[in-house]
């Protein structure tokens, strides 16, 4: 068959289908809505597991986080080292197998002020080594080095939308900003990370932008030669092979908990396994939102053969006067099969528009991340053109098995 032939008999069907425009735009917007449900869910869904991965990236594959866990008095009664301890953080880098580095970190939200700007902020006493486990990187200035995590300097790094609240465009290297009654030098800026906290689900549970990062001795006052069993809110482990942070957060928590005289007090958090439970939770949205689209689907099919076998009642004589011209039963099921497509690829084609608008809909209103991509929009267009094939072969079928006589004598 040329491509003359195929024109025609798009040509013709879309004459047939325009004599019925109402009834046709009402047939077709059952695909438009099931369409644009995939290419919507599809793209959720992707930007979901790409935002999952890249929040994950920034925590790192290769890290294990410790945690404070509550306690109850009775198990502070028992124990005198309940809770996590900023000496723990060197005995886990030196007492378990494959770790790299260890950081403890102290969390402080209190008022940070430069002149006359102040706002209240995230303050983070961590170690030296903190920057180089979550792989910080700098826009201007240097990180916090080893000296000043020994000597207690009262020096700061910023992050970079903080930067930007307290010093506008100004260079704040060399500059100072107030922490609660204390002033600290800025030392260096980081560059913009990239976690977004609006997104459902995020598993970054900190915006460093917002941040100021300080030695743990300056935040607290006391070094930890002077005060090792100094209560830290979480030790940040970066272990030497990240694919087996699973057996070394066995390895750490056994470690810790004999360290803690058997009191289980803290929360070993892994990376990877969150990402783990992300994607399964990813799978589980999309197995729902993906049967409610195979519904629209299927409900817009059933319109469109609804449409064609009224078509092939109204046509009867039609269909008739064809045959007696010479027309085949393969000319007549390729007529109306036609006809199904073009109502079918028509609606996909829109269905893809409007699945493109809803996902762009969705990131600017909800704050969600989306992402569209081409095996989504091919899946999209290769279900119209299934939902076409499928439910309009009866009709095309039925059509051309009318016998010419009988077909002709149909009033």
């Known amino acids: 068959m040329t491509l003359a ?19 046709t735009s009402l047939s077709v917007l059952g695909v438009i809505l099931g369409v644009a449900a995939v290419i919507a869910m599809m793209s959720v869904s992707d930007g979901a597991r790409r935002e ?38 060197a005995k886990l880098a030196s007492a378990v197998p494959l770790v790299r580095a260890a950081s403890p970190l102290v969390e402080r939200y209190v008022p940070v002020a430069r002149g006359g700007k102040g706002l209240m902020a995230r303050v983070l006493g961590v170690g030296s080594s903190y920057a180089s486990i979550l792989r910080l990187q700098l826009d201007r200035g240097r990180l916090l080095s080893p000296v000043d995590e020994q000597q207690g300097a009262r020096v ?39 976690a977004d906290l609006r997104t459902p689900g995020t598993l970054a549970w900190r915006d460093l932008n917002q941040a100021a990062l300080v030695p743990l001795a300056a935040l607290s006052g006391r070094s930890l030669e002077i005060d090792p069993a100094m209560r830290v809110d979480e030790i940040w ?3 030497e092979d990240g694919e087996r ?32 439970q992300r994607y399964r939770t990813q799978q589980t949205f999309s197995v ?62 829109l269905g893809i528009a409007a699945g493109v608008g809803a996902s762009w809909g969705i990131t600017a209103y909800a704050g969600w991340s989306t992402h569209i991509s081409p095996a989504a929009i091919a899946l999209a267009f290769f279900v119209s053109f299934l939902v076409g094939v499928v439910f309009g072969l009866y009709p095309a079928v039925k059509a051309a098995h009318l016998e010419p006589v009988d077909a002709v004598r149909y009033e």
Do not use: W
Request: charged share 20%.
């Open 5 to 23: 032939e195929i024109g025609g008999f798009f040509a013709i069907a879309a004459e047939a289908l325009g004599r019925y425009k109402l009834r």
């Open 156 to 194: 700061c790094v910023l992050g970079s939308a903080l930067a930007q609240l307290l010093f506008g465009f100004r260079d704040p290297i060399g500059e100072s900003v107030q922490v609660q009654t204390e002033y600290y030098e800025v030392v260096g800026v980081l560059r913009e990370q990239g």
């Open 237 to 239: 482990v970066q272990a």
């Open 288 to 349: 729902v939102v993906g049967s409610v689209a195979a519904l629209a689907l299927l409900v817009g099919g059933i319109g469109i053969m609804n449409i064609m076998l009224t078509s092939v009642m109204e046509r009867t004589h039609e269909i008739g006067i064809r045959r007696t011209v010479g027309a085949t039963r393969r000319h007549v099921t390729l007529q109306f099969l036609s006809e199904s497509l073009l109502m079918t690829l028509g609606g996909g084609l």
């Open 52 to 89: 999952a991965l890249r929040q994950v990236e920034q925590l790192g594959l290769d890290n294990l986080v410790v945690r404070n866990r509550g306690f109850t008095a009775a198990e502070a009664m028992a124990s005198r080292r309940v809770g996590l301890r900023a000496a723990d953080a």
């Open 245 to 276: 942070v699973e057996a070394i957060g066995q390895v750490l928590a056994r470690t810790l908990t004999s360290l803690h005289r058997g009191v289980v007090d803290f929360d070993v958090v892994i990376p990877r396994e969150l990402l783990a």
